[in-house]
């Protein structure tokens, strides 16, 4: 049971590693933020377990993070068909 813990916890830190050093690609920013998600779901879904209760947070928690992946794709599209690229740097704020 520790062992999916660990896993669990090793899954989130890789994906915070991998957001923090690709932080110039949005595409990148994204599946590392979803790769988190699925860590996270993990780490409920073995809490739940242990605890012998419902799943149905779960579920709920899934779609939620359905949701936020659709939302960070869409975002993704209407940056690269405005900018042509998902370049942090060419994409400016102010103007």
Known sequence: ??????????MFFCGLLVFSLKRKHLLLMLLSIEF?????????????SFLDNDYFFS????????CEGALGLSI???M???HGNDYFQS???LW
Not at 1 to 10: A, F, K, R, T, V
Not at 59 to 66: D, K, Q, R
């Open 76 to 78: 993704l599209v209407s």
């Open 80 to 82: 690269i068909r405005t």
């Open 91 to 93: 994409f400016s704020l």
């Open 36 to 48: 988190m998600v699925l860590a996270l779901y993990f780490n409920l879904f073995i809490y739940l």
């Open 1 to 10: 049971m520790m062992m999916y813990l660990y896993s669990s916890m090793l």
């Open 59 to 66: 579920m709920i928690f899934l779609t939620f993070s359905v």
